[in-house]
Nanobody, 115 residues
Framework: QVQLVESGGGLVQPGGSLRLSCAAS????????MGWYRQAPGKQRELVAV???????NYVDSVKGRFTISRDNAKNTVYLGMNSLKPEDTAVYYC?????????WGKGTLVTVSS
C-alpha cells in the first residue's frame, strides 16, 4: 500500500505563493491520475486539481490560472504550485489518487492565507 505525505504548507500573506509536495512511498506511476484536494474549516473536502500519468491537468474554476499541479514519476512526487493566494484558499491540503481512495489519505498540510 502506498503512503502519501504532504508538506510545504504554512502561513502566507494574500497575494503570496507556496509550493506543496506530496511524496509517495511507492510508485505513483502505477497509481495513475493524482489529485490535490483541500478542506477548509467547516466545509467538505473538495478536489482542487488533477494530473494524469501523462501529465494532462485539470483544475477547479476557483484556482485556474493561479495553481499548477505537476508530477515527477521518477521521484514519486506530486507538486502543487500556488500563486496569488487568497484568504479563501486557507485549508488543509491533501493529495490522493483520482478518484480518491479512503486508504490513501494522509495527514495533509495546512495552508493559511492571512495578513
Amino acid at each position: 500500500q502506498v503512503q502519501l505525505v504532504e508538506s510545504g504548507g504554512g502561513l502566507v500573506q494574500p497575494g503570496g505563493s507556496l509550493r506543496l509536495s506530496c511524496a509517495a512511498s511507492g510508485s505513483i506511476f502505477s497509481i495513475g491520475a493524482m489529485g490535490w484536494y483541500r478542506q477548509a474549516p467547516g466545509k467538505q473536502r473538495e478536489l482542487v486539481a488533477v494530473v494524469t500519468s501523462g501529465g494532462s491537468t485539470n483544475y477547479v474554476d476557483s484556482v485556474k490560472g493561479r495553481f499548477t499541479i505537476s508530477r515527477d514519476n521518477a521521484k514519486n512526487t506530486v507538486y502543487l504550485g500556488m500563486n496569488s493566494l487568497k484568504p479563501e484558499d486557507t485549508a488543509v491540503y491533501y493529495c490522493n489518487r483520482y478518484p480518491s481512495r479512503e486508504n490513501y489519505w494522509g495527514k495533509g498540510t495546512l495552508v493559511t492565507v492571512s495578513s
